[in-house]
Protein backbone atom coordinates (compact mmCIF):
# COMPACT_ATOMS: atom_id res chain seq x y z
CA UNK A 1 0.00 0.00 0.00
CA UNK A 2 1.66 3.65 -1.18
CA UNK A 3 -0.86 6.13 0.59
CA UNK A 4 -1.12 8.84 -1.89
CA UNK A 5 0.42 12.51 -1.31
CA UNK A 6 -2.60 15.24 -0.58
CA UNK A 7 -2.66 18.58 -2.42
CA UNK A 8 -4.70 20.72 0.14
CA UNK A 9 -6.42 23.58 -2.21
CA UNK A 10 -8.11 26.84 -1.22
CA UNK A 11 -10.95 27.97 -2.73
CA UNK A 12 -13.09 30.93 -1.73
CA UNK A 13 -16.30 29.35 -2.08
CA UNK A 14 -14.68 26.32 0.32
CA UNK A 15 -14.88 25.74 4.40
CA UNK A 16 -12.38 27.19 6.83
CA UNK A 17 -14.25 23.77 9.26
CA UNK A 18 -13.53 20.93 7.45
CA UNK A 19 -15.69 18.27 8.44
CA UNK A 20 -13.91 14.98 10.02
CA UNK A 21 -11.32 13.26 9.44
CA UNK A 22 -9.70 16.87 7.84
CA UNK A 23 -8.50 19.36 9.27
CA UNK A 24 -8.00 23.17 8.04
CA UNK A 25 -3.91 23.94 8.27
CA UNK A 26 -4.47 26.99 6.25
CA UNK A 27 -6.02 30.32 7.14
CA UNK A 28 -8.03 30.18 3.84
CA UNK A 29 -11.52 27.98 3.43
CA UNK A 30 -10.79 24.77 2.07
CA UNK A 31 -12.30 23.78 -1.36
CA UNK A 32 -10.66 20.85 -2.54
CA UNK A 33 -8.26 18.13 -1.66
CA UNK A 34 -6.60 16.63 -4.28
CA UNK A 35 -4.09 13.30 -4.48
CA UNK A 36 -1.09 12.98 -6.76
CA UNK A 37 -1.75 10.59 -9.26
CA UNK A 38 1.00 7.62 -9.04
CA UNK A 39 2.53 6.97 -12.53
CA UNK A 40 0.86 3.69 -13.00
CA UNK A 41 -2.46 5.25 -12.82
CA UNK A 42 -2.22 8.49 -13.99
CA UNK A 43 -4.87 9.00 -15.86
CA UNK A 44 -7.07 9.31 -12.64
CA UNK A 45 -7.33 12.08 -10.39
CA UNK A 46 -9.21 11.78 -6.78
CA UNK A 47 -10.47 14.75 -4.69
CA UNK A 48 -12.65 15.51 -1.83
CA UNK A 49 -14.48 18.55 -2.99
CA UNK A 50 -16.15 20.99 0.12
CA UNK A 51 -18.72 23.62 -0.64
CA UNK A 52 -20.24 26.76 1.09
CA UNK A 53 -21.36 28.34 -2.20
CA UNK A 54 -22.22 27.09 -5.62
CA UNK A 55 -19.77 26.22 -7.95
CA UNK A 56 -19.70 27.61 -11.20
CA UNK A 57 -21.39 26.49 -14.07
CA UNK A 58 -18.83 24.79 -16.34
CA UNK A 59 -18.58 21.57 -19.22
CA UNK A 60 -15.76 19.84 -19.89
CA UNK A 61 -14.44 18.64 -23.29
CA UNK A 62 -13.99 14.52 -24.23
CA UNK A 63 -11.34 13.01 -25.40
CA UNK A 64 -12.14 12.73 -29.28
CA UNK A 65 -12.92 16.80 -28.71
CA UNK A 66 -9.13 17.10 -27.47
CA UNK A 67 -7.46 15.59 -29.56
CA UNK A 68 -9.12 17.13 -32.80
CA UNK A 69 -7.60 20.12 -30.94
CA UNK A 70 -3.99 18.65 -31.10
CA UNK A 71 -4.33 18.47 -26.99
CA UNK A 72 -3.78 15.03 -26.64
CA UNK A 73 -6.55 12.85 -24.97
CA UNK A 74 -7.23 15.83 -22.45
CA UNK A 75 -11.14 14.74 -21.97
CA UNK A 76 -12.86 15.13 -18.59
CA UNK A 77 -15.37 12.59 -17.65
CA UNK A 78 -16.17 12.89 -13.68
CA UNK A 79 -18.70 11.36 -11.12
CA UNK A 80 -19.72 12.04 -7.95
CA UNK A 81 -20.42 10.79 -4.74
CA UNK A 82 -22.26 12.57 -2.02
CA UNK A 83 -21.00 12.08 1.73
CA UNK A 84 -22.89 14.76 3.21
CA UNK A 85 -24.89 17.50 2.55
CA UNK A 86 -27.15 20.44 4.16
CA UNK A 87 -30.84 20.76 3.91
CA UNK A 88 -31.74 21.82 0.16
CA UNK A 89 -28.38 21.08 -1.55
CA UNK A 90 -28.73 20.49 -4.74
CA UNK A 91 -26.75 19.96 -7.94
CA UNK A 92 -26.93 21.72 -11.63
CA UNK A 93 -26.94 18.64 -14.10
CA UNK A 94 -27.79 19.19 -17.34
CA UNK A 95 -30.64 21.80 -19.27
CA UNK A 96 -34.36 21.29 -18.01
CA UNK A 97 -35.44 21.19 -21.69
CA UNK A 98 -33.16 21.09 -24.94
CA UNK A 99 -32.18 24.66 -26.10
CA UNK A 100 -29.46 25.40 -29.12
CA UNK A 101 -25.89 27.01 -28.47
CA UNK A 102 -27.56 30.28 -29.22
CA UNK A 103 -29.49 30.96 -26.42
CA UNK A 104 -27.25 28.81 -24.09
CA UNK A 105 -24.20 31.51 -24.98
CA UNK A 106 -26.89 34.24 -24.53
CA UNK A 107 -28.10 32.85 -20.99
CA UNK A 108 -24.33 31.90 -19.97
CA UNK A 109 -23.79 36.03 -20.85
CA UNK A 110 -26.85 37.47 -19.05
CA UNK A 111 -26.58 35.40 -16.46
CA UNK A 112 -30.33 33.66 -17.24
CA UNK A 113 -28.32 30.18 -17.26
CA UNK A 114 -29.03 29.98 -13.75
CA UNK A 115 -33.15 29.41 -15.02
CA UNK A 116 -32.12 26.99 -17.40
CA UNK A 117 -30.22 24.56 -15.46
CA UNK A 118 -31.72 21.57 -13.66
CA UNK A 119 -31.05 21.53 -10.21
CA UNK A 120 -31.20 18.11 -8.32
CA UNK A 121 -31.75 17.07 -4.81
CA UNK A 122 -28.60 16.22 -3.00
CA UNK A 123 -28.06 13.99 0.30
CA UNK A 124 -25.88 11.70 1.67
CA UNK A 125 -25.53 8.77 -0.48
CA UNK A 126 -26.37 10.11 -3.95
CA UNK A 127 -24.07 8.80 -7.16
CA UNK A 128 -24.03 10.93 -10.56
CA UNK A 129 -21.76 10.28 -13.45
CA UNK A 130 -21.07 13.44 -15.49
CA UNK A 131 -20.37 12.95 -18.98
CA UNK A 132 -18.19 15.15 -20.80
CA UNK A 133 -20.26 17.95 -22.74
CA UNK A 134 -22.64 18.10 -19.56
CA UNK A 135 -23.32 21.87 -18.12
CA UNK A 136 -22.74 21.07 -14.43
CA UNK A 137 -22.43 23.01 -11.01
CA UNK A 138 -21.95 21.71 -7.58
CA UNK A 139 -23.89 23.69 -5.20
CA UNK A 140 -23.41 25.02 -1.59
CA UNK A 141 -23.16 23.29 1.39
CA UNK A 142 -21.90 19.91 0.10
CA UNK A 143 -19.24 17.66 0.62
CA UNK A 144 -18.73 14.77 -2.51
CA UNK A 145 -15.73 12.12 -3.42
CA UNK A 146 -14.81 12.90 -7.09
CA UNK A 147 -13.24 10.32 -9.59
CA UNK A 148 -12.13 11.86 -12.76
CA UNK A 149 -10.13 11.08 -15.42
CA UNK A 150 -7.01 13.20 -15.17
CA UNK A 151 -7.69 16.53 -16.98
CA UNK A 152 -7.46 20.11 -16.08
CA UNK A 153 -9.55 21.43 -19.23
CA UNK A 154 -12.28 22.81 -17.32
CA UNK A 155 -14.52 25.56 -19.81
CA UNK A 156 -16.25 28.36 -17.41
CA UNK A 157 -19.66 29.51 -18.44
CA UNK A 158 -21.02 31.45 -16.09
CA UNK A 159 -19.62 32.11 -12.35
CA UNK A 160 -22.52 34.38 -11.07
CA UNK A 161 -20.71 37.71 -11.21
CA UNK A 162 -17.54 36.71 -9.50
CA UNK A 163 -14.11 38.10 -10.75
CA UNK A 164 -13.23 34.96 -12.82
CA UNK A 165 -11.88 34.27 -16.20
CA UNK A 166 -15.27 32.73 -17.98
CA UNK A 167 -14.95 30.21 -21.46
CA UNK A 168 -17.79 31.04 -22.92
CA UNK A 169 -17.11 30.54 -26.68
CA UNK A 170 -14.85 27.36 -25.70
CA UNK A 171 -17.36 26.10 -23.30
CA UNK A 172 -19.88 26.40 -26.45
CA UNK A 173 -17.86 24.40 -28.91
CA UNK A 174 -18.50 21.53 -26.54
CA UNK A 175 -21.50 21.95 -24.28
CA UNK A 176 -24.65 20.12 -24.34
CA UNK A 177 -28.12 22.15 -24.30
CA UNK A 178 -29.84 19.14 -23.23
CA UNK A 179 -30.95 17.34 -20.36
CA UNK A 180 -29.12 15.31 -18.00
CA UNK A 181 -30.26 11.49 -18.33
CA UNK A 182 -32.00 10.15 -15.55
CA UNK A 183 -30.12 6.62 -15.58
CA UNK A 184 -26.79 8.42 -14.62
CA UNK A 185 -27.46 9.04 -11.11
CA UNK A 186 -28.30 6.89 -8.37
CA UNK A 187 -29.15 6.59 -4.82
CA UNK A 188 -26.95 4.31 -3.12
CA UNK A 189 -28.40 2.87 0.20
CA UNK A 190 -26.19 3.15 3.91
CA UNK A 191 -24.44 -0.08 3.35
CA UNK A 192 -23.83 -2.53 0.76
CA UNK A 193 -21.60 -3.40 -2.28
CA UNK A 194 -22.22 -0.82 -5.67
CA UNK A 195 -20.80 -1.74 -8.83
CA UNK A 196 -20.92 2.25 -10.14
CA UNK A 197 -18.65 2.63 -13.62
CA UNK A 198 -18.22 0.58 -15.64
CA UNK A 199 -16.04 2.28 -18.58
CA UNK A 200 -15.77 3.87 -20.95
CA UNK A 201 -12.57 5.72 -18.99
CA UNK A 202 -12.45 4.09 -15.91
CA UNK A 203 -14.49 1.63 -13.35
CA UNK A 204 -15.33 2.43 -9.82
CA UNK A 205 -17.00 0.06 -7.40
CA UNK A 206 -18.03 0.88 -3.55
CA UNK A 207 -17.22 -2.43 -1.27
CA UNK A 208 -18.69 -3.34 1.90
CA UNK A 209 -16.21 -5.25 3.46
CA UNK A 210 -14.09 -7.38 1.25
CA UNK A 211 -14.37 -7.72 -2.77
CA UNK A 212 -15.95 -10.73 -4.29
CA UNK A 213 -14.64 -13.10 -6.46
CA UNK A 214 -16.35 -11.09 -9.92
CA UNK A 215 -14.71 -7.93 -8.59
CA UNK A 216 -11.26 -9.08 -7.87
CA UNK A 217 -11.52 -11.09 -11.56
CA UNK A 218 -12.69 -7.16 -12.94
CA UNK A 219 -10.04 -5.32 -11.29
CA UNK A 220 -6.64 -6.81 -12.19
CA UNK A 221 -3.78 -4.84 -11.90
CA UNK A 222 -3.03 -1.61 -9.70
CA UNK A 223 -5.88 0.35 -8.17
CA UNK A 224 -6.62 3.28 -5.89
CA UNK A 225 -8.61 3.09 -2.96
CA UNK A 226 -10.51 5.57 -0.69
CA UNK A 227 -11.77 4.56 2.53
CA UNK A 228 -15.09 5.89 3.59
CA UNK A 229 -15.42 4.97 6.99
CA UNK A 230 -12.78 1.86 7.58
CA UNK A 231 -9.19 0.91 7.13
CA UNK A 232 -7.54 -0.67 5.01
CA UNK A 233 -4.20 -2.49 4.52
CA UNK A 234 -1.44 -4.00 2.75
CA UNK A 235 2.11 -5.14 2.81
CA UNK A 236 2.37 -3.12 6.40
CA UNK A 237 0.74 -0.06 5.62
CA UNK A 238 -2.82 1.46 6.46
CA UNK A 239 -5.19 4.27 5.23
CA UNK A 240 -8.44 5.46 6.67
CA UNK A 241 -10.87 8.08 5.73
CA UNK A 242 -9.73 10.77 3.88
CA UNK A 243 -6.63 9.30 2.16
CA UNK A 244 -6.18 7.50 -0.66
CA UNK A 245 -3.50 4.62 -1.35
CA UNK A 246 -2.61 2.79 -4.16
CA UNK A 247 -2.37 -0.89 -4.78
CA UNK A 248 -0.46 -2.89 -6.96
CA UNK A 249 -3.15 -6.02 -7.14
CA UNK A 250 -6.36 -6.04 -5.15
CA UNK A 251 -6.00 -9.74 -3.73
CA UNK A 252 -3.36 -8.10 -1.69
CA UNK A 253 -5.61 -5.79 0.54
CA UNK A 254 -6.81 -6.40 4.01
CA UNK A 255 -10.55 -5.20 4.34
CA UNK A 256 -12.90 -5.44 7.37
CA UNK A 257 -15.28 -7.69 7.45
CA UNK A 258 -17.71 -4.51 7.09
CA UNK A 259 -17.24 -0.79 6.39
CA UNK A 260 -17.30 0.87 3.20
CA UNK A 261 -14.45 1.72 0.27
CA UNK A 262 -14.14 3.20 -2.81
CA UNK A 263 -11.77 1.78 -5.72
CA UNK A 264 -11.35 2.38 -9.04
CA UNK A 265 -8.94 2.01 -12.19
CA UNK A 266 -8.61 3.01 -15.96
CA UNK A 267 -10.28 0.30 -17.96
Same mark, same amino acid.
Given at each position: ???????? %????? @?????????? #???????????????????????? +???????????????? /??????????? @?????? =????????? *????? !????????? =?????????????????? /??????? $? !??? #????? !?????? %????? *?????? +????? $???????????????????? $??????????????????? @?? +???????????????? /??????? =???????????????????????????????????? =????????
Amino acid at each position: MTPLEARI %VAKPW @GRRDLPPPFA #NPLAEPIGEIWFEPPPALDALLVK +YIFTTENLSVQCHPSD /AQTQARGLGRQ @GKEECW =LVLDAEPGA *QMAIG !IKAPVDADV =LRRAALDGSIEDLLAWHP /ASSGDFF $Y !IPA #NTVHA !IGAGIT %VIEVQ *QNSDIT +YRLYD $YGRPRELHVEEGMSVAHGAP $YPADLHRRLAPAGAAALVE @GP +YFRLDRLDGGPDAATL /ARYEGAV =LLMPVDCEVSAGGRSIGPGQCGYVEALAGVSFPPTG =LTLIAQPC
